[in-house]
């Protein structure tokens, strides 16, 4: 079965019309599914670094701590842009904070056993973070 030019307009147009009309008319219930995911998009971040963060104990390869501190300054810079945008001001600056100790451009050199006890500060204060977020939505 072919279909002409015209039908495939039609289709394409009600489609439009039916997209329309659902947007407007469940716009509410977009906006608290886009607050959920987004949320969800933070903690899962969150758990993603303190993973990673508490990989940093082990010995690992040189190449896999500038994966580490890479992926973690664009994690907290993506939680300092979700923190901003929910209006947490107290939230935002150490996620900055927190985005330009981790960055690889400049290093800062703290030594290992220092850097083992931020990575395992933050972790866990990540966790805790993520705990406090799924009792508040109980």
Request: charged share 15%; with cysteine.
């Amino acid at each position: 079965m072919y279909l002409e030019k015209e039908d495939i307009d039609t289709v394409s147009k009600i489609d439009e019309l039916v997209n329309n009309y659902l947007k407007f008319i469940l716009s509410p219930q977009f906006e608290h599914i886009n607050v959920n995911n987004q949320k969800m998009n933070n903690s899962i971040i969150k758990l993603a670094l303190a993973n990673l963060l508490l990989l940093c104990l082990i010995n690992m390869p040189y190449g896999f701590y500038q994966f580490v501190r890479f992926t973690a300054m664009v994690g907290f810079a993506y939680l300092a842009y979700s923190a901003n945008e929910q209006n947490k001001k107290n939230q935002l600056f150490i996620y900055i904070a927190l985005a330009l100790l981790f960055q690889p451009f400049f290093k800062i050199a703290l030594g290992r056993s220092l850097w083992n006890i931020v990575d395992v500060i933050i972790s866990v204060s990540l966790v805790i973070s993520v705990i406090k977020e799924s009792k508040i939505k109980l």
